[in-house]
Every structure is written in C-alpha cells, then in structure tokens.
C-alpha cells in the first residue's frame, strides 16, 4: 500500500482565496483524522471520521473551515475564507480500528499570505 | 488543562546516555497509548504501542501507569540518530472513543 496520500504538498495562496485539502487513505482503513500543527499550538486534532461520518468536529477552528469524506477513499479540508492564521502544516491520518496507530500522510504545508 | 502534556525539552544528551520522557493525561477512561516519533518537517511515524505491563523494543521502553495517568518513554545507549521530537499519544475515552490526541513532544537532541 502507498501509505495516506495528501495533496498537494505545498500550497500558497493569499488571504481571502478558498483552499482545498485533499487525503486518501489507507485502503480498508475505517477511521480518518486531520491534524494541524504549527510551532505555537503543536499537533491539534480538528476532526475525524469513521466509516465516511464524522464523529467529531469539535477541534474545527470555525466556520471558515469544513471537511468532507465522500467515500472511503477520499476526505477534504476546505478553508473558505484563508487567513494569514491559517498558515501551518495539515495532516492527514488514517487507522485501522478504534484502538490500534494511526499511520500519517506526508502532510500539506499551507502558507497564506 | 491539556488532555496530554509533556515538558517540550529540548533534552540535550551525549550518545550512549539514557535518558527518559514522561507523560501526563487527564483522561481516566483513555484506552490506548503510543508513543511517536517527529523528525523536522516531517510527518509523525509510531515508534511504539504502551501496553498496561510495559513493553520493551530494543534500546526503547515504554511503561503506562493508570493510576497516576501517565506514560514513559527509556531509551538506552543513545545515537546520533535517535535525535526528533517524541510525541506522547492517547487514544479514546468516554466521549469519543477514538480520538487520538498528540502532547506537545520532546525534542531530544543527541550530540557526538
């Protein structure tokens, strides 16, 4: 398997321009989670799902952020407004059941300026 | 209160030290630990699962203590390439069984 796959890598935009995530993870992988982490806050969680619902989404920032998963092997973060606060890397992870690892896709790192 | 915190170091060693990392968390009901490992610019990678009577992997050990809610992290003769941030991670709970929730890490930083 390639492992959780993210898209793009890197990403530049300026402040008020929409912004796409994309993740697919690991085939047969029922739980999928986004993470955001910069210098000052760490690795935060703001949402996951399980078997495409989410389950929680208390993590999101605000508004300006939403997060799709259409089918098993595909999830977005959507940031519609960005804002120069929103710069920081997102990953993406997927694990296989509630209590085993989750494994990490290479992350995208967002700069909006 | 963070739900897992750890001290974020750095810890500055020289090779062939041991040296350990400590964890707290809030969350009694928490089910599952691991421990990660960050090198800089990317993505965190398991190093290690925490099992309740302690787990050993080569020069690592892990040991979980329920009672006083935290998780710890040996590592033993130190290299060079151990230096990265660990990341202490906890997994479920009573609200939301399967949320994983990262500490802050540890950079520990191996000099020769």
């Known amino acids: 398997d390639a492992g959780v796959i993210q898209s793009p890598r890197h990403e530049v935009t300026e402040m008020g321009q929409e912004v796409t995530l994309r993740c697919k993870p690991i085939?047969?992988?029922?739980?999928l989670f986004w993470y955001r982490q910069t210098m000052m806050r760490g690795l935060e969680l703001l949402i996951y799902?399980?078997?495409?619902?989410?389950?929680?989404d208390s993590g999101m920032p605000e508004d300006r952020f939403s997060a799709k998963m259409p089918n098993a092997s595909f999830s977005t973060l959507k940031i519609q407004p960005s804002e120069p606060r929103d710069s920081a890397v997102y990953f993406c992870?997927?694990?296989?059941?509630?209590?085993?690892?989750?494994?990490f896709g290479q992350g995208t790192r967002l700069t909006v300026v | 209160r963070k739900e897992v915190e750890q001290d974020p170091g750095p810890f500055n060693v020289p090779e062939g030290a041991t040296v350990a990392f400590n964890c707290t968390y809030s969350?009694?009901?928490?089910?599952?630990f691991f421990w990660y490992r960050q090198d800089c610019r990317k993505e965190p990678k398991l190093l290690m699962s925490?099992?309740?009577s302690g787990n050993e992997d080569g020069r690592f050990t892990a040991q979980l203590n329920r009672a006083s809610q935290y998780i710890s992290l040996l590592i033993r003769d130190s290299k060079l390439s151990d230096s990265a941030t660990y990341l202490c991670?906890?997994?479920?709970?009573?609200?939301?069984?399967?949320?994983?929730?990262f500490g802050s890490g540890t950079r520990l930083s191996i000099r020769p």
């Open positions: 992870a997927s694990s296989y059941s509630a209590s085993s690892e989750a494994f």
């Open positions: 085939s047969g992988h029922d739980y």
């Open positions: 799902f399980n078997n495409n619902v989410p389950i929680d």
């Open positions: 969350n009694s009901a928490s089910q599952s």
């Open positions: 925490v099992y309740s």
């Open positions: 991670v906890v997994k479920g709970g009573d609200s939301s069984a399967s949320k994983i929730i």
